[in-house]
């Protein structure tokens, strides 16, 4: 019950909860010392997503699956359609906005957000997502 409790909290947060990384809601994410985390410049090859997803689908529960897509994406630009990609690997829409709420930050192609949104089935989800890509 913690664990979900936990996972629930990041929901709510921007950026991503990493150590050593300090985010305040809707401030630019910074590592403790102050400077700003820039994504790479290129977004993640498919063949990293195809192995992070492998990652995802061997994962246990929900908090192990968080986990693999912290250690995987971390600090590495990504695309909508691979955003959406990871996001299907979660069983549960309140886990897929927990891991949405991890990708947003690094999502390179905003503009194409319905992508993103496609993966949700209910607009209380949807809106919520929205949010988190604002």
Avoid: Y
């Avoid at 979900?4 to 929901?11: D, I, R």
């Avoid at 410049?41 to 997503?49: G, V």
């Avoid at 492998?54 to 990504?78: C, P």
């Avoid at 927990?98 to 390179?108: D, E, F, K, M, S």
């Amino acid at each position: 019950m913690n664990t979900l409790l936990a996972l629930l909290a990041c929901v709510k947060a921007p950026t991503p909860s990493l150590p050593g990384v300090s985010a305040a809601a809707g401030a630019p994410q910074t590592a403790t010392d102050g400077t700003p985390l820039v994504a790479t410049a290129e977004p993640l090859a498919d063949s990293d997503i195809a192995a992070i997803a492998a990652r995802l689908d061997a994962a246990s529960s929900s908090g192990d699956k968080v986990q693999a897509l912290l250690l995987g994406t971390q600090g590495r630009a990504i695309t909508a359609v691979q955003a959406a990609t990871l996001l299907r690997r979660f069983s549960f829409s309140s886990d897929q906005l927990v891991a949405l709420g991890h990708l947003a930050p690094w999502i390179r192609d905003r503009q194409d957000a319905q992508t993103i949104l496609d993966v949700f089935t209910f607009s209380a989800d949807k809106a919520r997502a929205r949010e988190l890509l604002r």
